[in-house]
């Protein structure tokens, strides 16, 4: 009230100055006048709230900016962007495509709000790809698509494919290199997306794009510390601290687990005959083979020197004997290069394998079984696999 009474004797003095001396013009002025400062009031109140609420959305983009950048974790990550993109009421639905090896090729690594475990083979071919992702692909830069149906550069495959009826790709770029794209938008509801949703999303996509680069390199130093650099198959601390955790694994579920140790017959004669870099180039190609022969769930690592170990969960004594005398055939079948010079005229591998709980029940003792029946193999003319249990117990007389 007290403001109100200022203002009009504020109005009064103003229209004496004027020279208003009209009561009814006076009124008229102070009307005026006093809508005008109500209504700038009201500009003031709002662009209070406006900024708050934009003090808000910052404040949340910064938590989820530091969210994904000590985030290593590449499916975590994948996993929080689509969380984070999907939270605002704007978007519904979220993609993101990873580029592969070709760049030629975006390959899905997350649908909706919740990463599939691992990249998935479904592709979108650049080549022949709508002119939106080729667009935004190229440009590197953030493309709106407010209504997919009537935009005559979307591809009608793109729609039913992702299903969605409007949509914003964001380029996942860090210093000029295209790691993907990330595609949000509405499949059941049409609200045109406005500049804030735009800025928000493609602030989060850009600190993403960081995020993920580092967690790439996080995930490949990581596979640089337990792989060996030359046969990339897994090395010797791995598979100890591997044997462990398999053999509690086996303990608890009460299942089989078979290890074997294989050694590559007369290596030292191929090292010395043929060079090193052909020995180096024999490793590789014999852990190829063993690879090629194992399951998803089976472990290979360079044990030491021209041995390999390998772990096979849930595999009885026979399971493992088959599996290793393929391996072996194919081994001795496999063109190297330099086999002829080998003793029999050809490269041939021994291997020795112990079983978890019939042989031995903690780890040490089983490296130590498989160690043995490979010993075995090797005293019997090499090219063999000797299982455990085929090794003869010493008798007392014959101590």
Do not use: W
Not at 331 to 351: D, M
């Amino acid at each position: 009230m007290l403001i109100i009474i200022f203002m009009f004797l504020l109005v009064i003095s103003f229209a004496e100055l004027l020279g208003i001396m009209d009561p009814a013009q006076r009124y008229c002025a102070f009307l005026v006048i006093f809508a005008f400062l109500i209504y700038q009031y009201q500009k003031i109140k709002q662009f209070g709230k406006e900024k708050l609420l934009s003090q808000e959305e910052l404040k949340r983009t910064n938590e989820v900016i530091q969210a994904l950048l000590t985030t290593t974790n590449i499916n975590k990550l994948l996993s929080l962007i689509m969380d984070n993109l999907t939270r605002d009421k704007s978007f519904d639905s979220a993609f993101i495509y990873l580029i592969e090896s070709s760049d030629n090729y975006l390959c899905i690594a997350t649908k909706g709000a919740v990463a599939l475990g691992g990249i998935k083979k479904f592709y979108l071919h650049l080549e022949n790809q709508d002119k939106t992702i080729k667009q935004a692909v190229k440009s590197k830069l953030p493309l709106m698509v407010q209504d997919a149906e009537k935009n005559h550069l979307v591809d009608k495959e793109i729609i039913s494919q992702l299903g969605l009826r409007q949509f914003i790709i964001l380029p996942l770029v860090v210093q000029d290199k295209m790691l993907g794209i990330i595609i949000i938008g509405n499949s059941k509801t049409k609200i045109n997306f406005s500049s804030k949703d735009l800025a928000i999303s493609t602030t989060i996509a850009n600190q993403a794009a960081v995020a993920l680069q580092n967690a790439q390199l996080y995930s490949k130093i990581q596979e640089l510390s337990i792989l060996d650099e030359l046969t990339q198959t897994f090395n010797h601390r791995f598979f100890q601290q591997k044997i462990k955790e398999e053999v509690e694994l086996a303990r608890r579920y009460e299942s089989a687990l078979s290890l074997a140790i294989i050694d590559i017959d007369f290596f030292k004669n191929y090292n010395d005959k043929n060079g090193h870099p052909a020995g180096d180039t024999c490793l590789r190609q014999v852990a190829q083979v063993i690879s090629h022969n194992l399951r998803r769930t089976d472990i290979v690592a360079r044990y030491g020197g021209e041995e390999f170990a390998l772990i096979l969960p849930a595999t009885s004594k026979d399971g493992a004997g088959k599996i290793l005398n393929k391996m072996r055939i194919d081994i001795e079948r496999y063109p190297f290069e330099f086999a002829h010079n080998q003793p029999e005229g050809k490269l041939t591998v021994s291997a020795g394998i112990s079983v978890y709980p019939i042989d031995a029940k903690e780890s040490r003792e089983l490296i130590s079984l498989a160690d043995q029946a490979l010993y075995k193999a090797k005293n019997l003319g090499r090219n063999k696999v000797i299982i455990c249990e085929t090794i003869a117990t010493p008798t007392p007389e014959s101590i």
